[in-house]
């Protein structure tokens, strides 16, 4: 028996999220008629439901990276002080 005292939050959702995933999946097994374009598919339900969650699972993971890398690469995060090669003559010939 899990101990749920010593179990994380999320580490328990996910067990339960995957566990009534599971469930529903395993309930509608029978087949059903899929049109795509011109053709005619007969599939599972089990098969469209799996897809559409790996696509949605999918689709979530890559706007959440791209969300995280566009946050990272902000104008103030790339910032950087110019490197000063100038040496002191440079610079009096320059201000003169």
Same mark, same amino acid.
């Given at each position: 028996?899990?101990? @749920?005292?010593?179990?994380?939050?999320?580490?328990?959702?996910?067990?339960?999220?995957?566990?009534?995933?599971?469930?529903?999946?395993?309930?509608?097994?029978?087949?059903?008629?899929?049109?795509?374009?011109?053709?005619?598919?007969?599939?599972?339900?089990?098969?469209?439901?799996?897809?559409?969650?790996? @696509?949605?699972? @999918?689709?979530?993971?890559? @706007?959440?990276? &791209?969300?995280? &890398?566009?946050?990272?690469?902000?104008?103030?995060?790339?910032?950087?002080?110019?490197?000063?090669?100038?040496?002191?003559?440079? &610079?009096?010939?320059?201000?003169?």
């Amino acid at each position: 028996m899990f101990c @749920l005292q010593l179990m994380k939050f999320k580490t328990f959702f996910i067990i339960l999220l995957t566990v009534f995933i599971t469930i529903i999946l395993m309930q509608n097994t029978d087949e059903v008629n899929f049109k795509v374009l011109l053709w005619n598919l007969y599939l599972p339900k089990l098969v469209i439901l799996t897809a559409t969650l790996f @696509l949605g699972i @999918l689709i979530g993971l890559i @706007l959440a990276s &791209r969300t995280s &890398r566009a946050a990272n690469h902000s104008p103030q995060n790339n910032y950087q002080k110019p490197y000063d090669t100038l040496s002191p003559e440079d &610079r009096d010939y320059i201000s003169d």
